[in-house]
């Protein structure tokens, strides 16, 4: 059976990181070759460059300091390029340049140094070959963009590189005035800065010679392959340890599968506790009590769909965030001791959602100790009970209305029996009056009108206490029941926006939400619309102020009473005599000859129905304000959203 290479070479204890190691020992031979080849390159580069300065600094100073001269004194001497044939003769520096590059080419018989002057402009009589590729690259290169040099490395037919540098040679103005005139030259627009020719300097790479100076980094090599290769040995040895280490990592591997599944049976039971957190109907914050302000550090579904904030809004935060102004400080302080205390605390809480409502929670705290007796986490838990408040106070409510009706069941009963008591003796007086004025002669006017007023006042009396024993017996408890102020006021100014005394007046409503009231709304609605009328019949007789005519029905709470007030901005009960007399009997009332606006059944109304009290006065900013004060305990009158 054969086996595969790779189970070979891992019985043999060869990996891949070992076979990676050997290919970079065979590759570093190639590597060390490049890098001597790129050192060759660069001091091949540095010569030539040198040898070019050389060159460029000999045929300046010819140029400046010879024909220049030369030609600047009008002297004897001929510059020339046939300087050869003629007395005196001196050379060009085209001719110098050419001249250098032939001896240099004749003298370096093995070719290490080329140097050459060529243009693709040279003198008719010149026999002179064509330029190469890489002349021709290297004189566009320098007439377009103005590069200091160019160079380009080329293998040579034999093997070898040779590297070549090229150095524009740039017209002077000795240069110009010379091939502008000379009769040879093909070109006779030349100016000063323009590319005439190059040097071209070429320099033979030899790598042989640079190999002989490396003899230490081969002997370094022989080194490093021959300890790779003891390392090599070394792994070998040691493969059947390491084998036996993976028959113990094997065994180990096992165990670690077991324990993964206890730690599978582990999650799922966390994951189940979790899931019932979560999904319970009751919220569930828990808090840190070791990170500054104890925040928050989970919340469950529950706990935002009470509150109305997103887990990430609370994460991080303390929770009295839900805290607000109906909070009382006293449930607040009973949390804190718990805390405190590390202990566990049930409170009844008035907190706040997101949006602002309040909602009564019962909130329950408690640490939570790991097995060591440590603090880990405080844990609370909610749940809305403003519906069980809400019950709670309907209850008291309907006790209260209960045991109200039984006093008055009561008052009903002795003011029914005295007036009973009353009636009979008042029923003889009126008959007694009745013979008396009866008796009195015709003759005796005054008698008789004396005596007929006697009977009609006491008839008076014997009627209002009839009603009074009306009212007592069968209608003492109709009409009480409990309301939301601010709706209620709302259908009252409904009502009055059909009065048609109302037309081009606006009735508002100005009440805080959640005000609820006991009270008797039948008389309570008969004296509030009686007080809007009024306010549309009186009080724009002199005319509409500017911004229009306006009632306002404003509710409110104070400390022991409810206030209800009709506000009208028009001319207003500024006369203090009528101010005064309401606060009088409603005989000096009538007494005053002032009008009668029906305010005086109202206010009996408001003081025998309801128990309250009717006020009017001015209203600041004009206009007149009529007020009914209600009485109210606090199962009577509660805010509650």
């Not at 993964?260 to 569930?284: M, N, W």
């Not at 003759?443 to 009306?470: E, K």
Request: charged share 20%; net charge neutral.
């Amino acid at each position: 059976m054969n086996t595969p290479p790779t189970a070979r070479l891992k019985a043999l204890g060869i990996s891949l990181p070992l076979l990676l190691f050997a290919a970079a020992i065979i590759g570093l031979p190639f590597v060390v070759y490049h890098t001597i080849t790129a050192h060759a390159q660069s001091e091949a580069l540095r010569e030539a460059r040198a040898f070019s300065s050389v060159i460029s600094i000999v045929r300046s100073y010819y140029a400046n300091n010879v024909s220049g001269r030369i030609q600047r004194a009008n002297g004897l001497a001929i510059l020339t390029e046939r300087y050869h044939n003629l007395q005196g003769g001196v050379p060009i520096p085209a001719t110098l340049s050419i001249e250098l590059g032939e001896a240099i080419r004749e003298r370096l018989t093995d070719s290490t140094f080329l140097f050459s002057f060529v243009s693709d402009a040279p003198f008719l009589n010149r026999d002179r070959p064509r330029l190469d590729g890489f002349q021709s690259d290297a004189l566009r290169a320098f007439r377009r963009g103005g590069e200091p040099e160019f160079w380009r490395l080329e293998s040579e037919a034999t093997g070898g590189s040779r590297l070549r540098l090229a150095i524009p040679v740039v017209m002077e103005e000795p240069c110009v005035a010379c091939h502008n005139t000379h009769p040879d030259s093909p070109v006779r627009t030349w100016k000063t800065g323009d590319v005439r020719g190059i040097q071209d300097v070429s320099v033979g790479l030899r790598v042989g010679g640079q190999a002989q100076d490396s003899i230490e980094l081969g002997l370094y090599l022989i080194f490093f392959v021959g300890s790779g290769l003891w390392s090599l040995r070394d792994y070998q040895r040691r493969g059947a340890s390491l084998r036996v280490a993976n028959d113990a990592l094997e065994q180990s591997r096992t165990e670690l599968q077991s324990n993964a599944q206890t730690l599978q049976e582990i999650i799922a039971d966390l994951r189940t506790k979790s899931t019932v957190i979560e999904k319970a109907p009751f919220g569930i914050a828990i808090s840190n009590p070791y990170l500054p302000d104890m925040p928050l550090m989970y919340v469950n579904e529950a706990f935002t769909h009470q509150t109305g904030y997103r887990a990430d809004e609370v994460i991080g935060r303390n929770c009295r965030f839900l805290q607000g102004a109906g909070t009382s400080p006293e449930a607040v302080d009973a949390i804190r001791e718990a805390i405190a205390s590390r202990a566990t605390r049930e409170v009844e809480i008035l907190n706040y959602r997101r949006d602002g409502q309040p909602f009564w929670n019962r909130f329950l705290i408690f640490p939570s100790f790991d097995e060591q007796g440590r603090l880990l986490h405080f844990v609370g838990c909610q749940t809305d009970i403003t519906e069980l408040k809400r019950a709670e106070l309907a209850r008291k409510r309907l006790s209260g209305e209960l045991q109200m009706a039984d006093q008055l069941a009561v008052i009903r009963q002795s003011a029914s029996r005295s007036v009973q008591d009353i009636q009979a003796p008042l029923g003889q007086a009126i008959s007694n009056a009745h013979e008396l004025e009866q008796a009195l002669t015709a003759s005796d006017g005054q008698g008789r009108a004396l005596a007929q007023s006697l009977r009609d006042a006491l008839a008076q009396v014997s009627r209002r206490l009839s009603r009074f024993d009306q009212f007592t017996t069968g209608t003492a408890t109709s009409g009480w029941r409990t309301i939301d102020l601010a709706t209620w006021l709302t259908q009252i100014a409904a009502r009055a926006r059909d009065l048609p005394t109302s037309r081009g007046c606006l009735i508002s409503v100005a009440c805080p939400a959640g005000i609820m009231l006991h009270t008797n709304t039948d008389t309570l609605e008969r004296v509030l619309m009686h007080l809007i009328d009024n306010a549309l019949s009186h009080a724009f007789t002199q005319g509409l102020p500017r911004d229009g005519a306006r009632v306002m029905l404003r509710g409110g709470l104070g400390e022991q009473t409810a206030h209800l007030s009709v506000i009208d901005n028009g001319n207003g009960l500024r006369d203090p005599v009528i101010l005064r007399a309401l606060g009088q009997s409603e005989a000096a009332w009538r007494s005053s000859g002032l009008p009668d606006l029906g305010l005086f059944a109202d206010r009996r109304r408001v003081e025998e129905q309801l128990g309250g009290q009717l006020t009017i006065q001015p209203a600041p900013g004009g206009g007149t304000e009529c007020s009914v004060l209600l009485p109210c305990r606090n199962s009577d009158l509660t805010p509650v959203s």
